[in-house]
């Protein structure tokens, strides 16, 4: 590699670990040596949305918004958690002594702030995530904007503090291989989602983006779990759909067929990610686990769910029958909240 700092050069990177420059510890620009792919876990997954995971390993050479010792919000950062594809993620202090805590900040991308699409959706992240105060839901403590002193940047920088939920997400849960999940744990994990959510449709809200890598985990031995990015969320009262001008505002593999079809969304839009969440975690992948957008999509809207009985000989008949009633195209088929979702996948499967 050639590090740009201090122009010195070292081998390329090679393995799953990225080279970095000895001398400044910049990392290898070209990254590491693609690894052979993994088509015992990943074989018609989708890729893209692997990386939607928002406490990934940071690494990818994207300068860092924040560094160890500065203050924003009045809170010191410790350091960064990881990074998702618009923002940054800090474990930062506020307070000192006995009173001190840990708590996550979350730092929007400069290029997403730029866009009023961008600042719309955290600005409503953050509004959402305020107003509800339920432990199934990642409390969003206060927000702003703020230029760090001493910061190299130009503009400031828009900001959340939040309740820190450092042990992954709901997506580490997925069975690997042939192995089976504790599914004890994937429906303790539901039921605290698909309480938060309830919470969040009684204040006549739909979160819009519900998947594995949006329900944050605590660290053991916590065993809390909490929905998080309410950037998509509307208002039911609310006309604009989700969808629009042909774009999906989500992600696909769990996008219920009235957001793809940009008609108005409900808490049973909700109810529909769930139950696609649900999916993913016992049996290790997505409903249509299709390599095409375009054919995922169809599949959503043609209201065929799978048989996960069948993908895992261990999943009874009977949750494939709740999968159905859940995955149904009319929202006015499926279970009457989350909670109800999750209290029919616990009767097959227990």
């Known amino acids: 590699m050639s590090c ?3 122009a010195s050069r070292s081998p390329p990177s090679r393995g799953p670990r990225r080279t970095r420059c000895p001398t400044t510890g910049t990392p290898d620009p070209a990254g590491p040596a693609a690894p052979p792919p993994d088509t015992q876990h990943t074989a018609g997954v989708i890729p893209w949305d692997r990386e939607a995971e928002l406490l990934a390993l940071a690494g990818d050479g994207r300068r860092d918004l924040l560094v160890p010792g500065q203050v924003i919000g009045g809170r010191l950062v410790l350091g960064l958690l990881g990074r998702g594809g618009s923002a940054q993620v800090y474990r930062v202090l506020r ?4 009173s001190a805590r ?3 900040l979350k730092v929007l991308e400069p290029s997403a702030a730029a866009t009023g699409a961008g600042r719309r959706r955290f600005h409503r992240e953050c509004e959402v995530a305020t107003e509800v105060r339920h432990p199934g839901v990642v409390a969003v403590l206060t927000h702003g904007e703020e230029l760090p002193r001493g ?3 130009e503009e ?3 900001w959340a503090a939040m309740e820190l939920l450092d042990g992954g997400t709901s997506a580490a849960l997925r069975p690997r291989g042939r192995g089976r999940p504790d599914v004890d744990r994937i429906l303790d994990v539901l039921a605290q989602a698909a309480a938060g959510l309830d919470a969040v449709h009684a204040l006549d809200v739909v979160h819009g983006d519900v998947k594995p890598t949006n329900v944050l985990l605590a660290a053991p031995p916590d065993r809390r779990a909490a929905v998080t990015d309410f950037g998509l969320a509307r208002s039911l009262d609310e006309s604009r759909p989700l969808a629009r001008h042909g774009r999906v505002a989500g992600s696909l593999p769990y996008a219920a067929p009235e957001l793809l079809q940009a008609q108005r969304v409900t808490p049973a839009t909700d109810v529909y990610s769930l139950a696609c969440t649900a999916v993913e975690l016992l049996s290790g992948e997505p409903p249509y686990p299709f390599s095409t957008t375009f054919a995922v999509a169809r599949a959503h809207v043609a209201g065929r769910p799978p048989k996960l009985s069948r993908r895992r000989r261990w999943l009874p008949v009977a949750l494939d029958r709740v999968v159905a009633r859940a995955l149904a195209v009319d929202p006015a088929e499926r279970p009457p909240s989350c ?10 499967l227990v």
Do not use: D, H, K, Y
């Not at 307070?95 to 006995?98: E, P, T, V």
């Not at 909670?339 to 097959?348: N, R």
């Open 339 to 348: 909670t109800a979702l999750v209290e029919e996948l616990t009767a097959a």
């Open 95 to 98: 307070g000192a002594g006995r």
């Open 156 to 158: 400031p920088l828009l």
């Open 4 to 6: 740009a700092p201090c």
């Open 102 to 104: 840990e708590e996550a």
């Open 151 to 153: 910061s190299a940047l």
